[in-house]
């Protein structure tokens, strides 16, 4: 069985620029959580998908997106870089929305 | 807002001693409460979950939950320096499964 990986894990990005991050659930799952943690603070919900439709969202703004494909694999999609998205980002996968099983985040510093 | 209030910390212990972190909670609907542990630089890690009133232990961990007070604890005993870490407290949204998180509290056990 094998966990929730997170690709890449840090990245650098300009402000402006976009970028796409990558979590492949782990086998069963069919829920898939992004998470946003700045320094120093908890994880904040972004977004969530079930069976490739969007199920909840956070207080973010729009041009945070995300996708979910037919194996239960994600994106994150971040449009028009800001300096306070630099943050560690967490996928979570869970069947149904049970138990949460953390990918090892990508670091995103954007400068 | 549905929010989740810890104590940032340091809480600082001797090894050996009994390490005690609380947590409060503003939904009185939440169900389900959980205890993340997050090294520096790591993805939260799942130690404990509790649903009912009352204990619930687990090796040296001991959660606690008081929903009539809306708190939840968690003690960790025989402190060791492999547990100095941010723990995270965070229910369950009872919407959509998701998970809100407080800001975690740092512990830091001396030798």
């Known amino acids: 069985e094998t966990g929730v990986t997170q690709s890449p894990t840090h990245l650098i990005k300009t402000r402006g620029q976009q970028v796409t991050l990558r979590c492949s659930s782990q086998?069963?799952?069919?829920?898939v959580s992004w998470y946003q943690q700045a320094l120093g603070q908890g994880p904040q919900f972004i977004f969530q998908y079930y069976r490739e439709e969007e199920n909840g969202r956070g207080n973010f703004p729009p041009r945070f997106s995300g996708l979910q494909f037919p194996n239960y694999s994600s994106e994150l999609n971040v449009n028009a870089l800001e300096l306070d998205d630099s943050a560690l980002y967490l996928c979570?996968?869970?069947?149904?929305?049970?138990?949460?099983?953390f990918g090892s985040g990508t670091r995103l510093t954007v400068v | 807002q549905k929010e989740v209030e810890q104590n940032s910390g340091p809480l600082s212990v001797p090894e050996g001693a009994i390490a005690s972190l609380n947590c409060t909670y503003s939904d009185r609907g939440s169900q389900s409460f959980f205890w993340y542990r997050q090294y520096s630089g790591k993805s939260p890690e799942l130690i404990m979950s509790i649903y009912s009133n009352g204990d619930k232990e687990d090796g040296r961990f001991t959660a606690q939950l008081n929903k009539a007070s809306q708190y939840v604890s968690l003690l960790i005993r025989d402190s060791q320096p492999s547990d100095s870490a941010t723990y995270l407290c965070?229910?369950?949204?009872?919407?959509?499964?998701?998970?809100?998180f407080g800001k975690g509290t740092m512990l830091l056990v001396s030798p």
């Open positions: 965070a229910h369950k949204d009872g919407g959509y499964s998701t998970l809100t």
């Open positions: 979570a996968s869970s069947l149904r929305g049970d138990s949460y099983t």
């Open positions: 086998s069963g799952h069919n829920t």
